[in-house]
């Protein structure tokens, strides 16, 4: 391991995931973030810019949720974006979408639960994912117009909202499990909902930094820098964007043949927002791309390092497949797409993800925290990628592509 490579990661966990902590897009925590990502490529001497781009900044209260004297416990949470309300209707229950279609609910609040809410619904206006089933509900909640819709969520405790979403118009909360047999135990009652939230338009960022090579092809690494709402996301993702940060310092001590762009990406959690604005500038460059390796929750002390590989030729597979063998404690696996590297390899440019399987129900919940990082682990997945980068480095374009 490099001289002082340990001392930066841990003092980089203590900057960016406890001193910074929640880093959602269009908060200010967020903007702190993309400064402090700014500033520390800049102080491995590399070329920095930020990529600016609208978004919305949003937060709230917790609900209240009651029904005569009697109000739900602390298990309840204001789906991200939902508008304010304070809202006192009958409840309609529905657990199908053929409940849903039939059910009259101007004047109601809307009950769901069961198949309906088995899953986070897909966003209105997202770029590319889109199931039949969730455009669906969707399309029902706008032509229904009830008052506002109370989701249950599939978690007993500790709901995470199944609705995040700025084109919905309907005041919305998810519950837990235990709090929806509480609501459908009383569905003859009238319920009180209070939702307090707060909405402005906002400003988001990508960081973008170049160690330039001899030659213009590059090799992008990347990682987003955001949070979901209320989480300090230390495995998702802010073990590895320190990783980038300590890749940046190590990769800037020696030439390369390929130019190196690191990309700390904005907005994964919502939208993919920083995605479509990278892409709006770049796409056309994709063809000089020799490769991009994404990081998405890595360094979980409880895991196991992954690597998995994408769009990639037989060559480029071999390789992976080599530098996983000098690496014990990697294991590769199946393709999965929900990160950053989605941009990249369907699109047709090589990719590799690395995360790692370790504790479920980690990302995107409030104990998301530090104590969950093991500091060796994203050394192990520093050095991992600096080994991939050293055998990429004199590789064509053609050599990485099937
Ligand atoms: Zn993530």
Redesign the pocket.
Known sequence: MSDGLQERINQHIHQLITEIGPRMIGTPANRSAAKYIYDQFGESDIAVKLQRFDCVTWSAEPPIIAIGEETADHHTVVNTFSPPCEVTAPMVACNSLAQLANASLVGKIVLLYGDLTKQPIAPKGHPFYMPEHHRRINELLDAKRPSAAILVSPRFVDPLPIIEDWDIVIPSVTVSAANGIWLLKNLDKNVRLTILTEHSMGQGRNVIATIPGERPERIVICA?FDTKINTPGAV??GAAVVALLALAAELAKQPHNATIEFIAFNG??YYGLGDTEYLRNYESTFPSIIAAINM??IGQWTGTSTAAALAHSEAFGQTLSEVVQTYPSVIITDPWYA?NHYTFFSRGVPSIAISSIGVDDI?HFVWDDIGWLDPNKIAEVVNFVIELVKRLDTKSIAWTRP
Do not use: L, Q, R, Y
């Open positions: 987003h998702d993702n994964e959690e998405d929750g990160s990302g």
